[in-house]
């Protein structure tokens, strides 16, 4: 836990969370980024996005591209052995803890 923030990676909760925080939030969340505290780095970052609820928007927005996703498989015309490997693949993306 807390390895995409150390190593600032663009990921979809800290795009979401820059894009929702306030003013000052996104201050800090900027600042957090060179933070050599690495345990405070991750916890505040951790913090922030509690506060804003971003993890939650970005739920939302994963189980709307799966939705998508799920009906865009299910108008291909192949039997449904050939599309179960997605289908596995997306439900473990879409359910994978980290």
């Known amino acids: 836990v ?18 929702m925080a306030s003013g000052e939030q996104l201050s800090e969340l900027t600042e957090l ?3 050599p505290d690495l345990k405070r780095k991750v916890a505040r970052t951790r913090e922030i996005y509690e506060v804003i ?16 996703a799920m009906s865009a ?6 039997p ?6 997605l289908i ?5 993306l879409m359910n994978r803890e980290h």
């Open 2 to 19: 807390g390895g995409d923030v150390i190593a600032n990676k663009k990921t979809l909760l800290n795009l979401k969370a820059l894009e």
């Open 33 to 35: 980024a060179t933070e």
């Open 53 to 68: 609820n971003v993890r939650n928007s970005c739920e939302e927005m994963m189980q709307a591209h799966y939705q998508t």
């Open 73 to 78: 498989l299910e108008k291909v015309e192949r």
């Open 80 to 85: 449904d052995e050939a599309k179960n490997g």
């Open 88 to 92: 596995l693949l997306a439900d473990f």
